[in-house]
């Protein structure tokens, strides 16, 4: 779950690894928010680790990528 925090970072992060749903709830929720931030948590619970596996898939390649980029500015 990510609140808004008047920046552009928390979007970006979500986009970055691949969320098939980016959305970014207000920091200061109302009665709404607060509901669909509990139905989006039972959905990630229920759908057991999967969506941390795929998050750790995505994180993985982009630290691969990362570093052979590296590699090639040091060579």
């Keep these: 779950m990510f609140l808004r925090s008047n920046s552009h970072k928390t979007l ?9 749903d980016p959305h970014e709830f207000p920091v200061a929720p109302d009665m709404a928010d607060c509901r669909a931030i509990v139905e989006r948590g039972a959905a990630l619970l229920e759908a057991g680790g999967a969506q941390r596996e795929r998050i750790t898939r995505v994180a993985q390649r982009l630290c691969a990528e990362a570093s052979a980029l590296r ?5």
């Excluded at 970006?12 to 098939?20: K, N, V």
């Excluded at 590699?71 to 060579?75: K, N």
């Design 12 to 20: 970006s992060i979500q986009q970055q690894l691949e969320y098939a």
């Design 71 to 75: 590699g090639d500015l040091a060579g």
